[in-house]
């Protein structure tokens, strides 16, 4: 893998690297499960059990295991497109 020659192009790489994770956080169900875990923890009247990182592990894992069909769809579109060499998007 190598840096692209034009600075134009790193910026634009550089961008979509970092917009990144908000598309992920906003494309999934993380965002919704964090906050009701966290409205939950409230809810139960404690306040730092669990600690915030194990509400957003759960979280995580909860959103991997409902977007797990899609991306096994996803997976199986794309393998054979890539084993063909043709574009993804035809």
């Known amino acids: 893998m190598s840096l692209p020659d034009s600075p134009l192009q790193l910026i ?15 494309g999934t169900s993380f965002l ?8 939950l923890r409230n809810a139960l009247g404690i306040q730092q059990v669990p600690p915030n990182i194990a509400l957003y592990g ?9 977007m797990g069909p899609t ?5 199986e579109r794309w393998h054979p497109v890539q ?7 035809t």
Do not use: H, Q, T
């Open 12 to 26: 634009g790489i550089l961008f979509l690297l970092s917009i990144l994770p908000l598309i992920i956080v906003m």
């Open 32 to 39: 919704k499960l964090a906050v009701v875990f966290s409205i």
């Open 58 to 66: 759960l979280a995580l894992v909860l959103s991997l295991f409902i």
């Open 71 to 75: 991306l096994l769809a996803v997976k």
């Open 83 to 89: 084993v063909a060499g043709a574009p993804f998007w």
